[in-house]
């Protein structure tokens, strides 16, 4: 079965500082992987999204995450936070049989001033 | 474009009673949509998927005589929740999937409605 495990529930950074939020991945072949944010009381944004292309995906707002296979891991970075970056993230994996999707438990990035 | 819209955004109602809930499409076709229930500081879990013109198939544990979905449109789908009690109490969330768009796997999300059951 597919899953998702983000290793930290809370990230804090200072502004201008770089970000990392982690996840791992399962899946019993080559999975469709995601980053979405969540701002308080907001729909979810589409960060970014790898499909066995590039293993380095460029998305939105400065942010990036890199497909490793042989770690199965999928952690978002950026170089530098904003105060705006401030909000719930989730690594989603799409699950093999039906192409629905399996949210993680979500990381709330803090950005100090 | 790819804009996925709730009604309504925050909803207090009485136990017992039900709430309708609806996901739009704005600007696109959406043969299937789905619906989440977001418990606070918790994630987001696949309540079930509406198909249009068609019975939804709820994930299991999933009360489908509480939860009742209608695809009725391309562009609309709706979730009551019947005989609402406190637990019900939730954050619910649409999405939406562009059924002309290639990258089957792409779900647009709606900006949720709060529930409040008294």
């Known amino acids: 079965a597919q899953s998702v495990t983000q290793l930290d529930s809370h990230v804090s950074v200072s502004e201008g500082t770089p970000v990392l939020l982690r996840c791992n991945y399962s899946?019993?072949?080559?999975?469709?992987l995601f980053w979405y944010v969540q701002h308080p009381n907001k729909g979810l944004q589409l960060l970014l999204k790898?499909?066995?292309?590039?293993?380095l995906v460029k998305g939105i707002n400065g942010f990036e995450a890199e497909f490793k296979k042989s770690e199965t891991s999928f952690h978002l970075t950026k170089p530098s936070a904003h105060m705006s970056d401030a909000a719930e993230y989730f690594c989603?994996?799409?699950?093999?049989?039906?192409?629905?999707?399996?949210f993680g438990k979500g990381t709330r990035l803090h950005i100090l001033p | 474009g790819a804009v996925v819209s709730q009604h309504p955004s925050w909803v207090i109602c009485k136990s017992g009673t039900s709430v309708k809930i609806e996901c739009r499409s704005l600007?696109?076709?959406?043969?299937?949509m789905f619906w989440y229930r977001q418990f606070p500081k918790q994630s987001l879990m696949l309540m079930a998927t509406?198909?249009?013109?068609?019975?939804?198939?709820?994930e299991q544990g999933v009360e489908k005589d509480k939860f009742l979905i209608n695809h009725a449109s391309l562009t609309l789908s709706t979730l009551t929740v019947t005989s609402a009690h406190p637990e019900d109490s939730s954050f619910y969330i649409c999405?939406?999937?562009?059924?002309?768009?290639?990258?089957?796997?792409?779900?647009?999300f709606g900006p949720g409605t709060r529930l409040t059951v008294t």
């Open positions: 509406s198909n249009e013109g068609s019975k939804a198939t709820y």
């Open positions: 999405s939406a999937r562009d059924a002309t768009s290639g990258r089957k796997n792409e779900q647009y």
């Open positions: 600007d696109f076709q959406a043969t299937t």
């Open positions: 790898y499909t066995s292309a590039a293993t």
């Open positions: 899946s019993s072949y080559s999975p469709s």
């Open positions: 989603v994996v799409s699950r093999d049989r039906d192409d629905k999707i399996i």
